[in-house]
């Protein structure tokens, strides 16, 4: 009694309330009552339900104008047809989109590795090794996030279509003249044109992987890297047994962006891809509208639906790593 005493005789007086055991259970429950009337505004609900709405509906629109005919796809009915099977073979068959899309897919997956790889030995060395003017490569490397590609794409052009030099003497006497290569800096080029080499190697290059990699890798304690130091590790072993586990989730979200990046890329194969066998499918897209006089939209929704497909597929797999990445990037 005597210890009970002294207990509420402290609590009185450092002024805190002294509550029973069913008046702080009653306190709970009307605190938690309290916050889920917060988190639960309608008008929030009512606002995200629009927005899904008008993000979904041109998704909803083509897929139920696939299925019709032509004469019920100029119609305001969104009524889902019969029709989805034949404007698929249709798509499929006279207008080369699964050639189209095999393409993309194939650029699109060996720029994804190419970029992710590129990007992450790049951050690696700036992060983890010491050389004099790290800090201004690194700030070239981010000015390259200001330019983009359509502002390159004459010179990339040039670069890319010309030929290139008969023998090194040629080459030797254009390089060394300094009138030459002044007036006349791109004589020769790689001669890759309407080739798979002329939209994957321009692309291969990543600033935002170089610099996604390095801001990850800066938040790595650097005790892990002299830990794997001292018991002999060298910079291969640390990549592969510390580096690359700890970084799924960046490489997965560097992945989906790319990936998305690439396989909506229309301009540059527009400009640099003169034959179909090699185009890709955005371009592919255009020409289904471009064909015959008139236009057959159920065609072309039904090409449209096809062609998200893919990116759905990797978005669905890369979700989760991407939002984590998100997440972590975030944070930082």
């Not at 890297?225 to 690359?244: E, K, Q, Y």
Request: proline letters at 5%.
């Amino acid at each position: 009694m005597k210890g009970k005493s002294r207990r509420s005789g402290d609590l009185r007086r450092s002024g805190k309330p002294i509550l029973s055991g069913n008046r702080q259970s009653a306190g709970y429950q009307l605190s938690a009552g309290k916050l889920r009337r917060k988190r639960d505004p309608v008008w929030i609900h009512a606002v995200l339900l629009t927005a899904v709405f008008l993000v979904g509906f041109p998704v909803v629109f083509a897929l139920i104008k696939a299925t019709q005919n032509t004469a019920q796809v100029l119609s305001p009915s969104m009524r889902i047809g019969s029709s989805l099977l034949y404007n698929a073979g249709r798509v499929l068959g006279v207008y080369k989109l699964g050639l189209y899309m095999k393409n993309s897919f194939i650029i699109a997956l060996i720029v994804t590795v190419g970029k992710i790889t590129l990007s992450f030995f790049a951050a690696f060395g700036l992060v983890y090794f010491k050389f004099r003017g790290k800090k201004i490569l690194f700030a070239f490397i981010i000015i390259t996030l200001m330019m983009p590609t359509e502002v390159l794409i004459l010179g990339l052009f040039d670069l890319i279509s010309k030929r290139p030099a008969l023998s090194f003497s040629d080459f030797a006497a254009w390089f060394f003249n300094p009138a030459k290569l002044f007036f006349s800096p791109i004589a020769y080029g790689f001669g890759w044109s309407s080739s798979y080499l002329a939209i994957i190697v321009p692309f291969l290059a990543s600033a935002t992987g170089v610099f996604l990699f390095r801001q990850h890798f800066t938040a790595i304690p650097r005790s892990l890297a002299d830990s794997a130091r001292i018991d002999g590790a060298g910079p291969v072993s640390f990549i592969f047994h510390v580096l690359i586990p700890m970084s799924w989730n960046t490489i997965g979200a560097l992945a989906l962006i790319q990936f998305v990046y690439v396989w909506d890329q229309y301009l540059w194969p527009r400009v640099i891809v003169r034959y179909d066998v090699n185009q890709v499918v955005q371009v592919g897209l255009k020409n289904i509208i471009a064909t015959g006089d008139s236009v057959y939209w159920g065609e072309v929704m039904a090409a449209a639906v096809m062609a998200m497909i893919p990116p759905l597929i990797v978005f669905s797999l890369l979700y989760r790593a991407f939002m984590r990445g998100y997440a972590l990037s975030s944070n930082k």
